[in-house]
Structures are given as structure tokens and as C-alpha cells.
């Protein structure tokens, strides 16, 4: 499994040997399914999407 990630900083798992979903880029880290979702836990802090943060730090 490799971790993935789309334009507005969400996480995913997808499979390692797949090409990624459509709007979707490698994030550097692959593993066992369950490595990948506890990077995951650590890494994705903030679950808003990237353009909500933006916005609400522009106010």
C-alpha cells in the first residue's frame, strides 16, 4: 500500500502496484496498509481541506 494525497492536503491509501486515482500524487511513504494509516494519523493534523484553511486564515 502507498499513502496518497490530493490538491487539498487529504490522505488516502491506495494500492502500491495501482497508478493513482485521478487528481491524486504519491505522498512518500508506502507499507502495510496499517503503516500507512498510523502515518497518516501523524501527519494529518488538520483535517480541514487546504482552500477551507486558506480561506479562514485570510479572515
Given at each position: 500500500?502507498?499513502?496518497?494525497?490530493?490538491?487539498?492536503?487529504?490522505?488516502?491509501i491506495?494500492?502500491?502496484?495501482?497508478?493513482?486515482?485521478?487528481?491524486?500524487?504519491?505522498?512518500?511513504?508506502?507499507?502495510?496498509?496499517?503503516?500507512?494509516?498510523?502515518?497518516?494519523e501523524?501527519?494529518?493534523?488538520?483535517?480541514?481541506?487546504?482552500?477551507?484553511?486558506?480561506?479562514?486564515n485570510?479572515?
Amino acid at each position: 500500500m502507498k499513502v496518497v494525497l490530493n490538491e487539498e492536503e487529504q490522505y488516502s491509501i491506495w494500492p502500491a502496484d495501482r497508478e493513482n486515482p485521478s487528481g491524486w500524487f504519491d505522498a512518500g511513504f508506502s507499507g502495510t496498509k496499517e503503516e500507512c494509516l498510523e502515518h497518516i494519523e501523524r501527519v494529518w493534523t488538520d483535517m480541514r481541506p487546504k482552500s477551507l484553511r486558506e480561506a479562514m486564515n485570510s479572515e
